[in-house]
């Protein structure tokens, strides 16, 4: 299964961007899904994941601004931001992880960059 990462770009703080993560196959053996970001400087980290059940965890500078869902039909993860600031500037990347027998596998879209800028 390949991800592909889209809707990245530049936007003015306060601003909202929509991500997108299509999978070439379908997603439900995936058992969770998740975004993560990576700055010039810092370490990647967690911004959102999601559960095949539809549960969700968010990093705490992202709750109550970012949005994660996930699309079953269309085989697609979501990342809604809204009120972006500065420092949400980073490329973005999905995740999934699906188990192979009982071994964990963790996919990995190519990434989307994102800018927060006036």
């Known amino acids: 299964v390949q991800l592909q990462a889209s809707g990245g770009g530049l936007v003015q703080p306060g601003g909202s961007l929509r991500l997108s993560c299509a999978a070439s196959?379908?997603?439900?053996?995936?058992?969770?899904m998740g975004w993560y970001r990576h700055a010039p400087g810092k370490q990647r980290e967690l911004v959102a994941a999601?559960?095949?059940?539809?549960?969700?965890n968010y990093a705490d500078s992202m709750k109550g601004r970012f949005t994660i869902s996930r699309d079953n039909a269309k085989n697609t993860l979501y990342l809604q931001m809204n009120s972006l600031k500065p420092e949400d500037t980073a490329v973005y990347y999905c995740?999934?992880?699906?188990?192979?027998?009982?071994?964990?596998?963790?996919?990995w879209g190519q990434g989307t960059q994102v800018t927060v800028s006036s």
């Open positions: 999601i559960t095949s059940g539809g549960s969700t």
């Open positions: 995740n999934a992880v699906a188990y192979i027998g009982p071994i964990p596998h963790d996919y």
């Open positions: 196959g379908s997603i439900f053996s995936f058992v969770a």
